[in-house]
């Protein structure tokens, strides 16, 4: 049974930076995707960014030139480097893994895969 345990979040400035981690256990596949969602209250979830088996990420177009997603697949870590934050980036943030279930985009196959327990992210003005 997959595991994601999400850490890294807490509060911080406009302008600051956070750096949150996702460690994967219990998963053997290889060359996975994984991802960041976020979802605050009263909004639809989004999806943040992702990072396909081949290394090629992906970005919403909010985050673009502000957050880096990497991947060591050593030690099946997943990585979401937040720079420039705003308030609007408040959220829970959580990651998810492809489980291989579904096909589509990689937001699909993040949906439809395993979840971690997410971690909050605090931006003030």
């Known amino acids: 049974q997959v595991q994601l345990a999400e850490s890294g979040g807490g509060s911080v400035q406009a302008g600051g930076s956070l750096r949150l981690s996702c460690t994967a256990s219990g998963y053997t596949r290889k060359n996975y995707c994984m991802g960041w969602f976020r979802q605050a209250p009263g909004r639809e979830r989004e999806g943040v960014a992702a990072?396909?088996?081949?290394?090629?990420?992906a970005y919403a177009n909010s985050v673009k030139g502000r957050f880096t997603i990497s991947k060591d697949n050593a030690k099946n870590t997943l990585y979401l480097q937040m720079n420039s934050l705003k308030p609007e980036d408040t959220a829970m943030y959580y990651c998810?893994?492809?489980?291989?279930?579904?096909?589509?985009?990689?937001?699909?196959?993040?949906?439809?895969?395993?979840w971690g327990q997410g971690t909050q992210v605090t931006v003030s003005s």
């Open positions: 998810a893994v492809d489980l291989g279930f579904a096909g589509g985009s990689w937001f699909r196959r993040l949906t439809l895969g395993s």
């Open positions: 990072i396909e088996g081949d290394g090629s990420p």
